[in-house]
């Protein structure tokens, strides 16, 4: 599978550590804002509608859908030469509204992929010690 989210997660920052501290522990956790409960995705340390500060980080289910996706056929790094077509899907959850994660769907090939395919999440690890939360499409609900 392709592994540009891999590279994006080699390089986590102070707003983004908390994220991925979580889903090394298989946990896919979002933060929200404690006072107007929006939830923030990449995670700030303001929130967007309200301008609070205070936030927690609320662990989801992992149940949603496509809400958009691409379908890479040129390889842009040498990397990822060996996965093209694959499909970079952006999900949206059913219990963290306004989140918006970019991902890969594991079992489905690219030309399959629909906008409101119902997805489930998966905790695949690409190479030792790398974590990432992938999804599985969820059959026979739509
Ligand atoms: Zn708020």
Not at 25 to 54: H, I, M, N, W
Not at 62 to 82: L, Q
């Amino acid at each position: 599978m392709p592994a540009l989210v891999e590279l994006a997660s080699i390089h986590p920052d102070v707003q983004t550590r908390a994220y991925w501290e979580f889903v090394k522990a298989r946990e896919l956790r979002f933060q929200k804002c404690e006072v107007c409960g929006a939830f923030r995705f990449p995670p700030l340390s303001g929130c967007r509608d309200c301008g609070a500060s205070q936030s927690s980080w609320v662990a989801v289910a992992g149940r949603g859908r496509v809400f958009s996706y691409t379908v890479v056929h040129h390889p842009a790094i040498p990397e990822v030469r060996e996965d093209v077509p694959y499909a970079v899907v952006v999900v949206e959850f059913d219990d963290a509204p306004g989140v918006h994660l970019v991902s890969n769907v594991l079992d489905v090939p690219p030309e399959e992929i629909e906008i409101g395919m119902q997805l489930e999440l998966v905790w695949d690890e690409p190479s030792p010690g790398v974590i990432l939360p992938r999804f599985a499409r969820v059959r026979g609900e739509e």
